[in-house]
């Protein structure tokens, strides 16, 4: 429940505190004095939109804290979801900066509004004045009876099955329209490894057959170049390897008398060991290396096949067209095992089907069987709200698909007057009726402890007289189940208060400005009779208020 509320700067709102008991607290106040003000920052803190408008001064932030205590709510699975520390006394926080930017905090720890709209429809349900526009809404409808059969549990088993169930089937329809463009596309990527597989490539062979291409080419000018070579260092009359011999003889008969000649000797030794085998290695050389058209032709056209393939794949190199012909080779393997692996999912949906029929075929025994408690529970509220001749009926039909909802949908058709079938309930039901329902709904809801706290704005629309007392009476009786607060225009509801709250307008620096007192006895009589006589010291009306409000 909501302990105490706290607004700073928010459009009316300079500065505001209010304390709320447990039980009936009835707020009252003349049209326009502020008191769907005081609902907006209720909003905020529990994860409506705001914006910088809703700041009464530009330049300064706007707070506005609420104190919950949330003991027995069973709100700590919650919590932990969001790695936030549960404590049974809550503090909410809600700041919007003159920038426009807002923050929210809870505890004192920085929360996402995603988080506080969670945490907030747990703890307070707003009926505001146009609420009962939803009473015709099947999926409100449909909360109705299950929040009533207490089969929240149970469909929120069914949501997690379903979700999977849906996200198994979405799989299975993208693996069908991948199958589908993965065939029309396999005859050409076979075409495409068949054609690489053919070529047999080779790691590095572009290169090496670059390299070979420019060897036949110049073939002759290579045995040239190794022929005149081979004659100068070892073949000729006057080669070098000769000269060095005959270099290396004259110098050792002075190296007996000329010792400083050894060093440079054996240089000398040295070079013509390293000609002579040089010679030889140009002699194979020369040897290996003739003209070949035949061979020249070959290169050529492995080349040319070679550039060719990497101009269709815009590839570079022999390496690359290898791995993308492993690149075909694996889209092909995956279409031929796209049929196994739709079937495999097809095996998971079914599945998946199954275990979410099952929890929807639970969750529609649940709502038939209680649907005929609901509708008497509503009827009997009816009955005390002096709509004795009402009559509600919930149709139940079964769907040919799963919904979030599970295998049902539902209509729930009103009836005010005897002898009148029900029918849907836009059709037939005007604003006080709609109002005394959706209070009979929200009443027997109540005995569910669902929530810890509701907020009715002016739930008595349309209603007056000795209806207006048995509304009261009703938010009474709910009270005790849960705290209520009840903005009201009506004396007989304001007087069945355990507290009363009055919101009122003043002006200050010239400035229409809103807050909130809380009545004592006499202040809380004299309330009443204004809004009895419309004059808070009418005699008569005194009397009838100290009366309302004794009961």
Do not use: W
């Amino acid at each position: 429940m909501i302990v105490h509320l706290s607004v700073k700067n928010y459009v009316l709102i300079e500065s505001l505190e209010i304390d709320f008991c447990s039980g009936l607290t009835t707020i009252t106040g003349e049209t326009g004095a502020g008191k769907s003000v005081m609902l907006g920052a209720v909003g905020l803190i529990l994860g409506e939109r705001a914006d910088k408008n809703a700041l009464l001064d530009k330049d300064r932030k706007c707070i506005i804290e609420g104190t919950f205590n949330i003991k027995g709510y069973n709100m700590k699975s919650l919590f932990n979801s969001y790695d936030l520390d549960h404590d049974d006394q809550t503090f909410i926080r809600r700041e919007i900066l003159p920038s426009g930017k807002s923050r929210a905090f809870i505890n004192d720890t920085p929360v996402k509004l995603k988080f506080l709209k969670d945490i907030g429809d747990r703890l307070i349900n707003i009926h505001s004045q146009h609420e009962t526009l939803i009473l015709n809404r099947p999926d409100f409808q449909m909360t109705v009876i299950d929040d009533y059969a207490g089969n929240q549990n149970l469909l929120a088993r069914y949501k997690v099955v379903f979700s999977e169930y849906i996200k198994s089937k979405s799989s299975l329809e993208e693996l069908k329209v991948h199958n589908k463009r993965a065939k029309a596309d396999a005859d050409y990527y076979q075409f495409l490894f068949e054609e690489l597989d053919n070529a047999n490539l080779k790691p590095n062979e572009k290169e090496e057959l670059e390299k070979e291409l420019k060897q036949l080419t110049h073939a002759e000018d290579i045995r040239e170049a190794l022929y005149y070579a081979s004659e100068n260092l070892s073949e000729s009359e006057s080669n070098a390897v000769d000269i060095l011999k005959g270099t290396i003889d004259k110098l050792n008969h002075i190296t007996d008398f000329y010792p400083d000649i050894k060093p440079l000797h054996e240089r000398i030794e040295s070079s013509r060991i390293e000609l002579e085998d040089i010679a030889t290695e140009l002699d194979k050389l020369k040897e290996e290396v003739y003209y070949e058209p035949d061979r020249l032709e070959y290169v050529n056209e492995r080349l040319n096949m070679i550039y060719g393939l990497e101009q269709k794949h815009n590839a570079d190199g022999t390496d690359e067209l290898i791995d993308i012909k492993a690149e075909l080779g694996q889209k092909l393997e995956k279409i031929n095992s796209l049929d196994t692996e739709i079937e495999n999912q097809q095996l998971q949906v079914n599945e998946k089907y199954s275990n979410a029929k099952h929890l929807a075929d639970e969750l529609h025994q649940k709502r038939v069987n209680v649907i005929p408690k609901a509708e008497q529970a509503i009827e009997d509220v009816l009955d005390k709200l002096n709509m004795k001749e009402a009559s509600v009926k919930a149709d139940l039909t079964i769907n040919d698909s799963l919904s979030e909802k599970g295998i049902d949908k539902i209509n729930i058709k009103f009836s005010a007057n005897k002898g009148l079938k029900p029918d849907s309930i836009n059709k037939i039901a005007s604003g006080g009726e709609l109002s005394r329902l959706m209070l009979a709904i929200k009443s027997i809801l109540t005995h569910k402890n669902i929530l810890p706290t509701i907020i009715f704005d002016e739930i008595d629309s349309g209603v007056s007289g000795n209806t207006a007392v048995k509304v009261g009476e009703i938010l009474s009786q709910m009270s005790r189940k849960m705290q209520v607060i009840a903005i009201t225009h009506l004396p007989q509801i304001a007087a069945k208060g355990k507290e009363h709250l009055k919101v009122f307008k003043y002006e200050k620096n010239g400035r229409s400005q809103t807050d909130i007192q809380q009545l004592n006895q006499q202040e809380r009589t004299e309330e009443i009779a204004l809004m009895i006589s419309g004059k808070p010291n009418h005699k008569e009306a005194l009397k009838t208020a100290h009366q309302l409000i004794n009961g």
